[in-house]
């Protein structure tokens, strides 16, 4: 019966918890496959349209009141996506855990996979996009209270 | 010549750079397989013996200035061995990246596997364990600044 009642909910959802009940709780988020856990939505990359396609958003820690100071995001870019040109004040660090990309850091172009891991320090320009045939998933963990991206393209 | 070269080096190593001439630099960490990264060494769990065993760190970010406020390593632990039984101030959050093992939260333990992903909330009594017979590797991301853990056993 678990089974079919999973198969007509969408891959990654909240499973009809509110965020308030588990504000600041230990939480476990079962990994389903796919780069899909139990108790995480799918969500736009960003609200607003501006330089980026083919790309959605996981909040694995950060969108429950947690009180770390950091925030763990999972991304997804399918083949022809793109992050959104940009800089700001806050630092990156991107960890690739599916398929392949390229990461732009300032001048500096290099492919990623699978448990490669950046360090993009403040103000410098970069984007990760995804050339490739597969799907390109990656980890970015950023500090939980940040600036504004300045989109550049 | 150079993969003759890496083969005479040890897995995970600074190789050669030191550590402030990178200081807050954007960075590129490759992976060379087996969770180790180019650049990033093997050190031990912890400075001092007490509750711990067959259990070692790979610090990814955090150890050479970094201005984010929060740090990433990788832990590895061999069959048999665990993690200190502690609790502190601080957040935790576990992602498995290798093998299988046992997180203790509170009274719950659980299996961890492949991207299972957990938040240690404040003050919650926790211990990773590794009772398989393969290596279990995980990232733990964790506040720049944070307390002292309190070993409990």
New interface residues.
Partial sequence: MKKKRDEKVSCCEIGGRKASAVR????????KGE?C?RGVRDEPYKPEAGGWSRIMRRV??GGRG?????H?RYFEIAPGGNSSLERHR??H?V?C?KGKGV?R??K?K?QM??????????D?VHQLVNPFEGPFGF?C?V???RDRPEVLG
């Fill in positions: 600041n709780r230990s939480a476990f988020y079962r990994h780069m856990w694995l820690v947690e009180s770390a100071k950091f763990v806050h630092e660090v960890i855990v990461v850091m300032g500096s290099k996979e699978f448990m490669d891991t950046v360090y993009i320090s403040p410098t980890l963990i500090n939980a209270k």
